[in-house]
Every structure is written in C-alpha cells, then in structure tokens.
C-alpha cells in the first residue's frame, strides 16, 4: 500500500503562471487535507475535502486558490496568476475517515518555488 | 479556535539523554492528538496517536501523554540517538470537520 503521493516534488513557476499540485490519498482513503508551509513558519490548513466535495475551505484564501477531489483521480489544488508570496512547501494528508477517530498521514510535500 | 503551542521552540542535547517535548492546547474538547516527526526537506511521518479516551501511547523509545483537562501532551524519548535529530510537530482535531491544527514544532539536535 503506497503512501501519500505527491508530484510534482518541487516546481518552478514564473509570477503570473499557473501552478497545479497533486495529490493521490493512501487507497482506501477518502479524505484529503491541503496544508501550506511557509519557511520557519508552522503547518497551516487550507482546504479539506471528501470525493467530489469541498468540506471546509476556510483556511484558503479566497482569490487564486482553488481545489478539487474527482471521483476518479488526484486531489488537485490549483494556483492561477502565482506570486513570489506563494512560494512554501505544499502538504497533503489523507485519512480512510474523520479524524476523530484516526489519523492523518502525510505525503513529501511539492516544494513551490515562484521567480 | 485551536491554538496549539510548542515548548521549547529549538533543543540541542548530546546522544544518550532522555528529553520531553511539550504541546499545549487551548480547546480541551480534542478528539485526539497525533506526533509527528519532520526531517529537513520532507513531509511528516506519523509516530503516535493518542486518542481522547487514552493517556498514553508508546512506540519503542517514544512515550506520548495527554491531559485533556490542562490541555497538555507530552512526548518523551528515551536515550536520543543522533538519527533522533529533526522537528518534532503535535497536532490535534478540533471543531466540527476535525481539522487538525499544529504547533510550529520542537527542533531537535542530538549529537553525538
């Protein structure tokens, strides 16, 4: 059973592209977290969603940021028209359910680099 | 809102001692709380999970604690190695969609 899988693991974009970060959860796991990290800066929640729905998005901010989880595929989160402030490691986590009761495990992370 | 907090920010021991990293929360009404451990560049491994019903879980030289009522966990690691060396992250789900919050973690140096 692979872990988490992330790619890509680091990504260049230029100020103004699009960047597309993805995620495939652990099989058999339905649930999938987006957290940002900022260089000496903690773990921040940015979006939490189940397949095909967006459960809570109240840690992304509302322009530019945008994220999904197909029925069939990756979790994708989507950055358009990048900026340098967006520049951090990118996590995803994945749990088969809730996580009152189980835990999250983690992918690499895509290391987000905007010049 | 959660608010987790991380005591202390940065640690340097030599090899052999026994630590404690500390985590303290603000919502006491806490599911669970996991460690995790970080290395350099990388994403974060799970070592344990405690759940809201249990005070304590073990994992070979690892031993985590949770006080809900002083919204405390506490992870010890017996005799540190070396390859102990990394950030050290507690998290826990609160709140209605268990989003877990994290504090900026421990930074851990054991040298030889």
């Known amino acids: 059973n692979a872990g988490v899988m992330q790619n890509p693991r680091h990504l260049v974009r230029r100020r103004g592209q699009e960047a597309r970060l993805r995620c495939s959860p652990m099989?058999?796991?339905?649930?999938v977290y987006w957290y940002r990290q900022l260089p000496e800066e903690g773990l921040k929640f940015m979006v939490y969603?189940?397949?095909?729905?967006?459960?809570?998005e109240s840690g992304m901010p509302k322009e530019r940021f945008s994220a999904e989880f197909p029925k069939e595929g990756p979790s994708i989160l989507r950055i358009q028209q990048v900026v340098r402030g967006d520049s951090a490691a990118y996590f995803c986590?994945?749990?088969?359910?809730?996580?009152?009761?189980?835990?999250?495990?983690f992918g690499q992370g895509t290391r987000l680099t905007v010049v | 809102k959660q608010e987790v907090t991380q005591i202390p920010a940065a640690l340097s021991v030599p090899e052999g001692e026994n630590l404690v990293l500390n985590c303290s929360f603000t919502?006491?009404?806490?599911?669970?709380l996991q460690w995790f451990r970080q290395d350099p560049g990388k994403g974060l491994t799970s070592l344990l999970l405690?759940?809201?019903?249990?005070r304590e879980q073990t994992s070979g030289r690892l031993n985590a604690s949770l006080d809900k009522s002083s919204g405390r966990s506490t992870l010890y690691i017996a005799a540190s190695q070396p390859g102990d060396s990394a950030t050290y992250l507690c998290?826990?789900?609160?709140?209605?969609?268990?989003?877990?919050?994290f504090g900026r973690g421990t930074s851990l140096i054991v040298h030889p």
């Open positions: 986590a994945s749990s088969p359910e809730g996580l009152s009761n189980t835990e999250a495990f």
């Open positions: 099989k058999g796991h339905s649930h």
């Open positions: 969603l189940q397949k095909e729905n967006i459960i809570d």
């Open positions: 919502d006491s009404a806490i599911y669970n």
């Open positions: 405690i759940q809201s019903s249990q």
């Open positions: 998290a826990g789900p609160s709140g209605g969609s268990y989003i877990p919050t």
